[in-house]
């Protein structure tokens, strides 16, 4: 084939750039998002979350090897500087006290749960002492700020 035959021919890749256009101009960016959802929604059906996870770290491997650790910081600042200019410096002061109320609440049922724990291993230790002579119960003193046990002051 001359060059003259050539004329006028596209490779694959403008052809799909340009067909891709097309749809963009006619449908909208909407579309590309429904249709990306709906693909990533049957990729994780079909492989899992897991999938996402994998190729989500090792895409960051990658990056890391090819633009150094350094670049993470600098993304990162550039995100924290953006979102500050669009929600304000109180936006950072209200997750931050979000944060602390979640982790005091997860604190707070850790200490149930341990109490909980505590007091179901005591009385599974009863039964083993059934010869001897009978006792009145006691309940442990709580430490000072916590309450004696499960169902109490919670």
Not at 9 to 17: C, D, L, N, P, Y
Request: proline letters at 5%; hydrophobic letters at 25%; charged letters at 35%.
């Amino acid at each position: 084939m001359s060059d003259k035959d050539n004329k006028g021919s596209m490779t694959v890749a403008e052809a799909g750039r340009k067909g891709g256009e097309t749809v963009r101009n006619e449908r909208g960016r909407e579309f590309y998002e429904t249709i990306g959802r709906k693909g990533g929604a049957t990729v994780k059906a079909e492989r899992g979350r897991s999938f996402y996870e994998e190729i989500g770290r090792k895409g960051g491997e990658t990056v890391k090897a090819e633009r150094g650790a350094k670049f993470y910081e600098e993304i990162g600042k550039k995100g924290g500087d953006r979102v500050k200019a669009t929600r304000g410096p109180n936006f950072y002061e209200e997750i931050g006290r979000k944060g602390g109320q979640k982790v005091k609440k997860l604190i707070e049922e850790g200490k149930r749960a341990a109490r909980a724990a505590m007091a179901a291993q005591e009385g599974a230790a009863a039964p083993a002492q059934e010869g001897a002579a009978p006792s009145t119960p006691t309940t442990p003193a709580a430490p000072s700020g916590e309450t004696a046990g499960p169902g109490q002051n919670e």
